[in-house]
């Protein structure tokens, strides 16, 4: 039984399923028991697909320099100097320039974003009613709700997304004819949660690009502003998907 699915984002190519498993549901249940209530880790899922950017230094598929080029236009757009700076800064050249080949990589290849997709629907099965999706993660899962309107999913947490960035929402989100960001297939309840100072938040109110259907809630994770144990342990957190776990039982 899968009632619940995670969703990493970026900067788990060292990781795998069941060590994100091991590091992320304690936070998560840790949360739920701030509201009172908690979940067999069985019924916890995570949708992994790292290991889809881990470079291989013996495979002739080097870096492309032109895509980590447009990809540090599309920060730089995104996030203007001042952030952009700051961000360089506090994560080191080295993870600095590896976001800029993953955002290159999602940008220029589309047979990995199929793959990425992929990962997601074989994790997602007929009894999963709840998603909650970190950082990139949050675009992922998005993008695969809209694909499969036939999943019968309750409740979506997005936390410490990007999707509200001008960027993304120029270039990435689906459009309904009249123009309006598509709602995310079935999901019945969306509500995201942004953490003070967390900059991966372009704008922390999803509510005003998706409409009013969305619930914003504001977290305080204190240093560790978009770390996804601090989003998950939180108390909002805990009491959100303790309501969305009874609705689902």
């Avoid at 955002?103 to 994790?123: D, F, N």
Wanted: proline share 5%; with cysteine.
């Amino acid at each position: 039984m899968s009632l619940i699915v995670l969703v990493h984002g970026a900067f788990n190519e060292l990781w795998g399923p069941r060590e994100l498993h091991a590091r992320w549901v304690p936070a998560l249940r840790d949360g739920l028991w701030s509201a009172g209530t908690d979940i067999e880790p069985e019924h916890v899922s995570v949708s992994f697909y790292g290991d889809l950017f881990r470079h291989d230094p013996e495979s002739e598929d080097a870096p492309d320099v032109a895509a980590r080029a447009g990809a540090a236009d599309m920060l730089h757009e995104t996030l203007g100097d001042d952030v952009l700076a700051t961000l360089s800064q506090a994560a080191g050249k080295a993870t600095f320039e590896r976001t800029v080949d993953l955002v290159g990589s999602l940008m220029t290849k589309p047979q990995l974003r199929q793959r990425v997709q992929r990962r997601v629907a074989e994790t997602v099965q007929p009894d999963t009613r709840i998603m909650v999706a970190h950082s990139l993660g949050t675009i992922v899962t998005y993008n695969a709700l809209v694909a499969h309107p036939e999943w019968e999913i309750d409740t979506f947490v997005t936390l410490g997304s990007p999707l509200g960035s001008a960027m993304l929402v120029k270039t990435m989100l689906h459009r309904d004819e009249d123009g309006a960001a598509r709602w995310p297939g079935s999901v019945k309840h969306w509500v995201n949660i942004a953490a003070v100072g967390d900059h991966a938040c372009a704008e922390p109110r999803l509510s005003t690009i998706f409409g009013d259907r969305v619930v914003d809630r504001l977290v305080d994770n204190g240093h560790r502003a978009h770390d996804p144990q601090p989003y998950m342990n939180n108390r909002t957190t805990g009491s959100v998907l303790a309501e969305a776990i009874a609705r689902s039982r």
